[in-house]
């Protein structure tokens, strides 16, 4: 694919939360003016939720095309695999009027999900309902190991979330869960150009707690007392700092530890994200800050090498 064009090889850029890169994904397609950004952000996706979780502005959003966010209340439970269909739909819609689509987020197997065009398990809630009663997790994992050994070797015997999951998978589908596509530590040819932002920690650190502190002045907490009373989704209620001033809201803590609480949640998250995009061998890293040039010059380099 050498020589390839934009349009043949689109752009995702990565990177941990507060790492600037909705307003570069902006600037590109601000400076190219057949770019559209597609969200690849798990709680973005939410309506009502977009101070919290950086949704780009209204002014933003009539400056640059943007896809995939306020797309379902916070009420509503969000499946990376009713993600991946949305996505695909918003690729094709782009690409059909001869516009080039730009990626931007930071929720891994929500990229991966698009990139590498995962097989998504279905979900299969009476299952889920039956293994949820066990308490134990540990005898969880002895379940998943019996069913699903390669399944159960991939995943610590605490983590309760990826083993009641894989469960779900195992007994309501009749598959086993490792069954599905080449799993997450396969990494394919994909035609995308992967590029992330690259921070020092605690410079990080630093810009997630100024940014909480600006979502505050903006209205945080007036947004987490509306979300609160429509009743969020057990997804959407466990958003990166929604989680923590819910616990406010609702009696549990002070505001201050509250937000505490949620700059050290976010701080491990964003290590998390780190952790997972560096796994990725077909990742570009960039040393922030980031200028519009570096990054359009980084990616019209990369899409020119052959996919292999």
């Known amino acids: ?22 307003g570069l994904a902006l600037g590109i ?10 969200s690849v952000d798990s709680m973005q ?28 209340d916070p009420n509503v439970e969000f499946t ?43 979900q299969f809630p009476d299952a889920r309902a039956a293994i949820e009663a066990e308490p134990d997790t540990a005898a969880l994992h002895t379940r998943l190991a019996i ?17 009641v999951r894989a469960l779900e998978v195992c007994e309501g589908s009749g598959r086993p869960f490792s069954s599905f596509g080449p799993g997450m530590e396969a990494y394919p040819p994909t035609p995308f150009v992967q590029v992330a932002i690259r921070w020092e920690r605690s410079e990080l650190d630093r810009r997630i707690a100024e940014r909480y502190q600006a979502q505050m002045d903006e209205g ?32 549990d803590t002070t505001l201050d530890d509250a937000l505490d609480e949620a ?26 800050p980031v200028d519009v040039e570096t990054a359009i010059e980084i990616w019209d380099r990369v899409r020119r090498t052959p996919v292999s």
């Open 80 to 122: 990376v695999r009713e993600f991946q269909r949305s996505a695909r739909l918003a690729i094709d819609d782009i690409r059909s009027r001869d516009k080039v689509p730009v990626l931007v987020g930071g929720t891994g197997l929500y990229l991966r999900s698009v990139i590498d065009d995962l097989e998504i398990p279905g």
């Open 1 to 22: 694919m050498t020589g390839s064009s934009r349009a043949d090889r689109p752009l995702a850029i990565l990177g941990p939360t507060a790492s600037g890169k909705s």
């Open 220 to 251: 945080f907490l007036d947004e987490v007392i509306r979300v609160n009373e429509i009743g969020p989704s057990r997804t959407a209620a466990q958003a990166l700092g929604y989680r923590e001033l819910l616990a406010y809201v609702r009696g």
């Open 147 to 163: 069913a699903d050994p390669v399944a159960a070797g991939r995943m610590e015997p605490t983590n309760r979330r990826r083993i």
């Open 29 to 38: 397609a601000e400076r190219l003016s057949n770019v559209e950004l597609v």
């Open 263 to 288: 700059i050290r949640r976010t701080c491990r998250f964003a290590r998390r994200q780190v952790r997972w995009f560096r796994r990725d061998p077909r990742v570009t890293w960039v040393d922030a």
């Open 45 to 72: 996706v939410y309506s009502g939720m977009n101070v919290g979780t950086a949704t780009p502005t209204l002014d933003e959003q009539a400056r640059v095309a943007h896809h995939l966010i306020n797309l379902v």
